[in-house]
Nanobody, 124 residues
Framework: QVQLVESGGGFVQAGGSLRLSCVASARTNSRNAMGWIRQAPGKEREFVASIEWSIGTTYYAESVKGRFTISRDNAKNTVYLQMNSLKPEDTAVYYC?????????????????WGQGTQVTVSS
């Protein structure tokens, strides 16, 4: 069973940048894809971005397109989320999650493995 460990969260001013990392403990394969999901206080979990291990196809929520970039390093079993031009509304706990390829990437219900989350706080 894949275990996911996030890191890289923190406190940043609006307009700043952060890079999140997620290391998968078990060997990944082409049947899996990875995603970043976030949850702001008092709100439901929200899809942010997703990437497929094998061919690197990416998906983004409209709210982060052009500002966030998801990438992966297959040799390190690591997925990254580069977040630029951060806004206060990006403040949330960010979760790394895994899903089978072929499942709708934009639905949080597609993800069946989750990390513990990392806090991102953006001040205005």
């Amino acid at each position: 069973q894949v275990q996911l460990v996030e890191s890289g969260g923190g406190f940043v001013q609006a307009g700043g940048s952060l890079r999140l990392s997620c290391v998968a403990s078990a060997r990944t394969n082409s049947r899996n894809a990875m995603g970043w999901i976030r949850q702001a206080p008092g709100k439901e979990r929200e899809f942010v971005a997703s990437i497929e291990w094998s061919i690197g196809t990416t998906y983004y929520a409209e709210s982060v397109k052009g500002r966030f970039t998801i990438s992966r390093d297959n040799a390190k079993n690591t997925v990254y989320l580069q977040m630029n031009s951060l806004k206060p509304e990006d403040t949330a706990v960010y979760y790394c999650a895994a899903r089978p390829v072929g499942i709708i990437p934009y639905s949080v219900n597609s993800y069946d493995r989750w990390g513990q989350g990392t806090q991102v706080t953006v001040s205005s």
